[in-house]
């Protein structure tokens, strides 16, 4: 199975909210006190794209200008979950939603590429 799982996707209206939920796999030896870890997009035909990412302790978030205040992003240490609060949303946030984990955080957070575990996505759909 995929290291990361998803879940809390669904359809809502413009205007709504949804809260996605990230939690490592009873395999994977995932703990997100000691990861970085961020929420990616994929829309049909596009490349993945960078929404936000919270270092390993939850000192340090960033996000794209796209959801900046719009989305927050967020550690249960605890609960060894990661979220995703998605508020005021609009048609063009529609697509599979994705969280990736990666040792530490670093300069290059926005590229796919530097992330080492991913989910196998979660759809969102926005209509008008």
């Known amino acids: 199975q995929a290291p990361l799982i998803e879940s809390g996707g669904g359809l809502v209206q413009a205007g709504g909210s949804l809260r996605l939920s990230c939690t490592p796999s009873g395999t994977s030896g995932i703990i997100a006190d000691g990861t970085a870890m961020g929420w990616f997009r994929q829309a049909p035909g596009k490349e993945r794209e960078f929404l936000a990412v919270i270092s390993r302790h939850g000192g340090s978030t960033y996000y794209a200008d796209s959801v900046k205040g719009r989305f927050a992003i967020s550690k249960d240490i605890r609960l060894n979950t990661l979220s995703l609060q998605m508020n005021n949303l609009r048609p063009e946030d529609t697509g599979v939603y994705y969280c990736?984990?990666?040792?530490?955080?670093?300069?290059?957070?926005?590229?796919?590429?530097?992330?080492?575990?991913w989910g196998q996505g979660t759809q969102v759909t926005v209509s008008s």
């Open positions: 990736a984990a990666t040792p530490r955080l670093g300069t290059y957070y926005r590229s796919p590429s530097i992330y080492d575990w």
